[in-house]
């Protein structure tokens, strides 16, 4: 979540939605994303909504939990008063930040919140994110004792200098022992990767690769490294202490995870992300690309219902101090209009595996298609038969794609 929200309208006190949400309600499923803004430290590269203890401005950390169960009160009293239909919550996931940093107790009084409000589907998909270094056995237990099913491990590198670079706290010896612990407690398990560091060769992307998928993890994403502006690292390359992250290295490193995880039995499903099989592909992740509705709890947390997309207020204190007035913590918000929901439709879809059909396109999209299979971004066959499926070299020219689909 990055920490710069968007201009647009602002979001009435009471958080009411318009009538429009309910339109095609009942054939979207209901996600909910928990955002713990809480780190340690603040990672030399990362832009997100977070805050290390010095930041908080006398908020406790120990009174999240319970400002977060309000607004989860708040957001089913919401979405009643919209008349949504009742629907039983598919995915829920904690982001952050570092969500295990709190107890294990609070992320379960947390989700009992979210199921108690609306009641979680027989087959929700419940997932915490973790730094390596943030739990024990023991917290593993009690994550799966309270009904999560899935942990995605901040591993990012296996190798200590490029470690060092991202400035990640945790010991890479550490992650096979989490990965354990994780499995012992019958959770599912994805690990995250960034390529493309200042100083990272393809031999330390590949031993990367190699001891991740030693591990054998249900799922592995693997993001490219972005250069935020505001961040430590862009104002070290802006002053030549670390060299500009190269995009053809990048390319040749994505390729390589590529052809390694196919190797080794997993799929691609969207552009970052593979799994072992359909089944373990993250369903909450799927939900964003696909235009589902969401509800993110949490400082400078996003949410999306029926085409209004609104965000909270980005500081923790500011966010208690709404809670606690019994308001909504939204900052702003805007109505997509049709023809901005239809092309996020393709911006989205189309880096997913098979999502975005072909008879979606408007006539000049559809007239691009041609071109693009036979400048090999889209598969042939599979755009015959009506479905959009990026090849490699598509993969890595999504932007480009999408600009085309577009008419642009």
């Not at 406790?60 to 400002?67: V, W």
């Not at 947390?301 to 308001?327: C, D, F, M, Q, T």
């Not at 090849?391 to 999504?398: E, S």
Request: charged residues 25%; aromatic residues 8%; proline residues 5%.
């Amino acid at each position: 979540m990055p920490s710069t929200l968007p201009i647009a309208d602002a979001a009435p006190a009471d958080g009411l939605l318009p009538e429009s949400v309910r339109d095609g309600a009942e054939n979207r499923h209901f996600g909910v994303y928990l955002h713990v803004p809480f780190c340690r430290v603040r990672c030399g590269y990362c832009d997100f909504n977070t805050y290390t203890g010095d930041e908080l401005r006398g908020v406790r950390r120990s009174d999240y939990a319970s400002q977060a169960v309000a607004e989860v009160a708040s957001a089913r009293a919401v979405l009643e008063r919209a008349g949504l239909p009742e629907r039983p919550v598919s995915t829920v996931f904690f982001g952050g930040g570092t969500p295990t940093l709190l107890p294990a107790s609070d992320l379960a009084a947390m989700l009992t919140s979210v199921r108690d409000a609306w009641g979680l589907s027989n087959t929700a998909e419940v997932t915490t994110e973790a730094n390596p270094d943030s739990v024990d056995r023991a917290y593993l237990d009690e994550l799966r004792e309270a009904g999560f099913t899935r942990v995605s491990f901040g591993m990012q590198s296996a190798v200590p200098h490029v470690l060092a670079t991202l400035e990640r706290t945790h010991d890479p010896a550490r992650v096979p022992l989490v990965v354990r612990w994780a499995r012992e407690a019958g959770l599912d398990v994805s690990l995250d990767l960034i390529y493309g560091t200042p100083g990272e060769s393809l031999d330390d992307w590949r031993a990367s690769l190699e001891a991740a998928l030693a591990e054998g993890p249900d799922h592995l994403s693997a993001y490219s490294l972005i250069v935020e502006e505001g961040t430590k690292l862009a104002r070290q390359i802006r002053r030549g202490e670390v060299a500009r992250p190269d995009d053809d290295t990048a390319a040749d490193m994505y390729e390589l995870a590529d052809a390694l995880l196919a190797e080794a039995g997993y799929s691609w499903y969207e552009v970052s992300n593979w799994a072992r099989g359909d089944a373990h592909a993250s369903r909450h992740n799927l939900a964003y690309w696909q235009g589902h509705d969401w509800w993110g709890v949490g400082p400078g947390a996003h949410s999306h219902v029926g085409g209004v997309r609104w965000w909270n207020v980005k500081h923790p204190a500011a966010y208690a101090e709404r809670i606690l007035a019994g308001v909504s913590p939204a900052a702003g918000r805007e109505t997509l209009d049709d023809e901005t929901r239809a092309t996020e439709r393709i911006l989205l879809a189309v880096r997913v595996r098979d999502e975005l059909r072909v008879d979606e396109l408007d006539d000049a999209g559809r007239s691009s298609v041609a071109g693009l299979i036979a400048d090999g971004l889209v598969e042939g066959r599979e755009a015959i038969a009506g479905t959009i499926r990026l090849t490699l070299r598509g993969r890595l020219l999504a932007d480009a794609v999408v600009r085309r689909l577009l008419g642009d």
